[in-house]
C-alpha cells in the first residue's frame, strides 16, 4: 500500500479471510452493516431502538451488528452529556444481544474498559483518537472477541499496516477498520474513496463510517456539528468503490439526541437507506 506507486503497477488484491461475528459477515457476499444510536440515552431509549433497528432490518432482511456508546469519553464540552458506566453499559447491550440474536460492539477507551466489554460484546471498538495506544489495543487483543479499529483523523491509510502487526503481535487476528473520514483544515473532515481501496489492497477489511465522515468537529463552538443529509450521499459512494460494510448512526429524533444529532440518520428513513446500499453492492460486486 504505497502512497507513491504507480496505480499501473499495483499488486493483486491480498483477499482477506472472511470474518463471522455472529450472523453478520464483514467481508461476504452482502454487505455488513454497524447501526444503532451514538450513546445510551437511557434503558428504556436502547431497547425502544434496538427493537425498531431489528424490525427493519428483519423486514429489509440484512443481517446487522447493533452498536451504542456507554460512554462518550471524548465530548467536546465539560457540560455534554457523557453516558453511563462501562459494566452496566455492556451488561445491557448484552443483553439487547441475546433477546435478539444480533451481535453488539461499542467502544472503549482503556484497558480496563476492555477487560470489562470482553466479558459482554462481541466486537470491541477502538475510538480513532486512541487507534494507535498500544496498551488499549493489546486489552482488547487478549479478550479474544473481534476488534474493530477507527482509523484515526490523522493517519494515512497505509499507516493501518502497523496497527495490524500489533494486533497480530497480540495473539488475535479477527480484526477489521473502518474508514471515519480525515481531518482537512480546522472542524472539517474529508472523506477519501481511494482509502477504502489501499486498505482493502493491502489485505484488510475496511467498513466506512458514514455518520462521522460528515462531522464538523467542534464546529458549533462547544458541541460538533455535522451535514447529516451527506452520510447516505457518503455511504452509497463507498459501496460503490468496494468497501466491506457501511457503519451509521441511526435516532428517533436527531434533533433531541444527546450526543452527535447533526450527523445521525433518522430512523424512519432507514429502510430506503438500506434497499439503496444492497442494490448498489449487488451491482458492483
Not at 472503549?108 to 498500544?134: K, M, N, W, Y
Not at 503481535?169 to 472523506?191: H, I, M, P, Q, W
Request: glycine letters at 8%.
Amino acid at each position: 500500500m504505497d502512497a507513491h506507486a504507480d496505480p499501473s503497477e499495483a499488486a493483486a488484491f491480498v483477499k482477506a479471510k472472511s470474518l463471522k461475528i455472529g450472523n453478520v459477515v464483514i467481508g461476504g457476499k452482502r454487505p455488513a452493516f454497524i447501526l444503532g444510536p451514538c450513546v445510551i440515552e437511557s434503558e428504556k431509549f436502547v431497547w425502544r431502538i434496538a427493537r425498531r433497528i431489528a424490525q427493519i432490518c428483519a423486514g429489509e432482511r440484512v443481517p446487522f451488528i447493533f452498536k451504542a456508546s456507554y460512554d462518550k469519553a471524548n465530548r467536546t464540552s465539560i457540560r455534554s452529556y457523557r453516558g453511563i458506566s462501562a459494566e452496566q453499559g455492556c451488561e445491557l447491550l448484552a443483553a439487547i444481544g441475546a433477546e435478539m440474536n444480533v451481535p453488539v460492539t461499542t467502544d472503549v477507551h482503556s484497558p480496563a474498559e476492555a477487560t470489562i466489554a470482553g466479558r459482554h460484546v462481541d466486537v470491541l471498538q477502538i475510538p480513532a483518537f486512541l487507534c494507535r495506544q498500544t496498551d488499549l489495543l493489546r486489552a482488547a487483543a487478549e479478550t479474544g472477541r473481534v476488534v474493530n479499529v477507527k482509523k484515526g483523523q490523522f493517519l494515512a491509510p497505509w499507516d493501518l499496516r502497523n496497527i495490524a502487526e500489533k494486533l497480530a503481535s497480540f495473539g488475535n487476528d479477527k480484526f477489521f477498520f473502518t474508514e471515519r473520514g480525515t481531518t482537512f483544515g480546522y472542524n472539517n473532515l474529508v472523506a477519501d474513496m481511494r482509502s477504502l481501496y489501499w486498505i482493502r489492497e493491502a489485505g484488510y477489511h475496511v467498513v466506512f463510517d458514514a455518520t462521522h465522515a460528515v462531522q464538523r468537529p467542534g464546529g458549533a463552538g462547544d458541541a460538533t456539528s455535522g451535514d447529516s443529509v451527506l452520510a447516505p450521499v457518503l455511504a452509497r459512494a463507498a459501496i460503490a468503490a468496494g468497501c466491506d460494510g457501511i457503519f451509521m448512526e441511526v435516532h428517533e429524533n436527531p434533533a433531541r439526541a444527546l450526543s452527535d444529532g447533526p450527523n445521525q440518520i433518522a430512523l424512519k428513513q432507514l429502510p430506503k437507506h438500506l434497499r439503496m446500499l444492497r442494490a448498489i453492492h449487488a451491482a458492483v460486486s
